[in-house]
């Protein structure tokens, strides 16, 4: 499947399932490839409750209530919109993963280089957004950078929470 995440993918499965857990997903930037990663795992439909691509800003507000007062002040690619990402997908599951940053060729800055991105995890009251710039050069390299370490970051998440 993906041989340097696949004990990640399982480990995630695995501690999901036992705790009866669904995962939502909102994706930006990696434009549903965590998703797709994750949904290759066996018995997906287990520990997975719904997944979002939601690229347009319209989209963030709309299905994940982002407000558009956190994207005017602090802009689409932040750790202000990654937080309001994963925390309004709880509504749809008990934990969410959520993505926004910049694959290039176009956007980026000074700030948040191409190959940016901030992801953000939410289970219950518990937030967590980290920015993360990859140093792949073509857009697919980034998203498939990006998915991993996300991923990887997640599980980290997860036994921090559960042991």
């Known amino acids: 499947m993906y041989p340097s995440v696949n004990n990640t993918l399982n480990e995630i499965k695995e501690i999901l399932t036992k705790r009866n857990i669904k995962l939502s ?6 434009g549903g490839l965590i998703s797709s990663y994750l949904t290759d795992v066996d018995g997906a439909s287990k520990f997975i409750e719904i997944n979002f691509v939601t690229y347009a800003i319209e989209a963030k507000m709309r299905f994940l209530q982002v407000p558009v007062k956190i994207i005017e002040d602090f802009g689409v690619v932040s750790k202000e919109t990654a937080y309001f990402m994963a925390k309004g ?7 969410s993963i959520s993505t926004t ?10 700030i948040n280089p191409i190959g940016t991105v ?4 939410a289970y219950k009251d518990k937030i967590k957004v980290t920015k993360y710039i990859s140093n792949k050069t073509s857009r697919k390299e980034i998203k498939v950078d990006m998915t991993e370490f996300i991923l990887k970051e997640f599980l980290t998440f997860l036994k921090e929470l559960f042991g």
């Open 25 to 30: 997903c909102a994706e930006s930037c990696t």
């Open 89 to 95: 997908l709880l509504k749809y599951s008990g934990i």
């Open 101 to 110: 940053g910049y694959l290039g060729p176009e956007g980026g800055d000074e």
């Open 118 to 121: 901030y992801f953000g995890f």
